[in-house]
Structures are given as structure tokens and as C-alpha cells.
């Protein structure tokens, strides 16, 4: 079992930044790989950043890519994504997610823990 609990969300003007982290519990954190995907209102989840199990190696969804910046810091189990030059389309339900199998994945169907979200709200 992995319990993941995110905070950092928040309402932000279009240019704002935010920095959103998530502490993870119950396995040895550094055999996780780790990412962030985000939900809109009426939309699938998406898929916005992962980091490998060392945090050497980091893969941007295209839409982010430039904007925002993944980190971990296996020492105190944590994942954080600092978000710049955010824009009204990033607004969504920001989750992070774990992969037990330490796999490097896009796909949030390699993921098997989820936290609960958290809202980012960026006004135009």
C-alpha cells in the first residue's frame, strides 16, 4: 500500500506560479516511479510530467513542457511540480500518482496509487 497526500493548489492569475507536492507513505519511496496527471471539467485525465525512480530522468507533456518542472527528493518522499507562466487551460484537478513497479510511464494505467487531488484554479 502507498498512501500519497497532496497540497499546493490554490487560484492563481494567468502568469502566476504555483508549486504543488506530494508525500508518499508506506514503501520505500525511491522504488517508485512518480508522476503528475491533471483532470479538467468534462475531460479525461492527462497526463503532465513523470520522473524515474532517481529523479535523473523527468518527460514533459508537450503543453507543459518549458512551463513546468518535476522534482523528488527521495530522503523526505516527496514529488513536486513547480508550475510557471500558468494559463487558464492548465486549470484542473492536479493528481499525483505512483507505480509500484518503479516503470517510467506516460500511461496512467501503470499507475496503482493515486492521491486525492488537488484543485488549480488560474483566472484569465
Known amino acids: 500500500q502507498v498512501q500519497l497526500v497532496e497540497s499546493g493548489g490554490g487560484l492563481v492569475q494567468a502568469g502566476g506560479s504555483l508549486r504543488l507536492s506530494c508525500t508518499a507513505s508506506?514503501?520505500?519511496?525511491?522504488?517508485?516511479?512518480m508522476a503528475w496527471f491533471r483532470q479538467a471539467p468534462g475531460k479525461e485525465r492527462e497526463f503532465v510530467s513523470v520522473?524515474?525512480?532517481?529523479?535523473?530522468?523527468?518527460y514533459y507533456a508537450d503543453s507543459v513542457k518549458g512551463r513546468f518542472t518535476i522534482s523528488r527528493d527521495n530522503a523526505k518522499n516527496t514529488v513536486a511540480l513547480q508550475m510557471n507562466s500558468l494559463k487558464p487551460e492548465d486549470t484542473a484537478v492536479y493528481y499525483c500518482?505512483?507505480?509500484?513497479?518503479?516503470?517510467?510511464?506516460?500511461?496512467?494505467?501503470?499507475?496503482?496509487?493515486w492521491g486525492q487531488g488537488t484543485q488549480v484554479t488560474v483566472s484569465s
Open positions: 520522473i524515474n525512480r532517481s529523479g535523473g530522468s523527468t
Open positions: 500518482a505512483a507505480n509500484t513497479a518503479g516503470s517510467y510511464s506516460i500511461r496512467s494505467s501503470q499507475y496503482d496509487y
Open positions: 508506506g514503501r520505500t519511496f525511491s522504488s517508485i516511479g
